[in-house]
C-alpha cells in the first residue's frame, strides 16, 4: 500500500465520524475521518501505511453499524475542469 488514506464505503447513513474513527483506531494512529453526509462513503487517514494496510484487512467487508464495509485505498482525487462552462468548442 503506498498511502494512508482508506476510502470507506457502505456507510450506514447513521454512522458518525467518532465512531468510524473509534473503530479503526484499533490498527493504529486515525489522523483524520471525514464521512460524505447522504452518500454512505467516506474516509480515514491513518498516520502510516502500515497502519492502513493493517485497517484495510481487518476491517474490509466487515459488518459495523448493520452494514458491510467495502474498504481500500483512496484514489487521488480528479483534476477538475477549471472552466468556468461545461461547453466546449472544438
Known sequence: MKGSKLYIGNLNYQTTETALKDAFSEYGEVVSVRIIQGRGFGFVEMAN?????????????KDFDGRTLR?????????????PSFRRRF
Not at 492502513?52 to 476491517?59: H, I, W
Not at 474498504?71 to 472552466?83: F, G, H, K, N
Open 71 to 83: 474498504v481500500a485505498e483512496a484514489r487521488p482525487p480528479r483534476q477538475r475542469d477549471a472552466s
Open 49 to 61: 501505511a502500515e497502519d492502513a494496510e493493517k485497517a484495510l484487512e481487518a476491517m474490509n467487508e
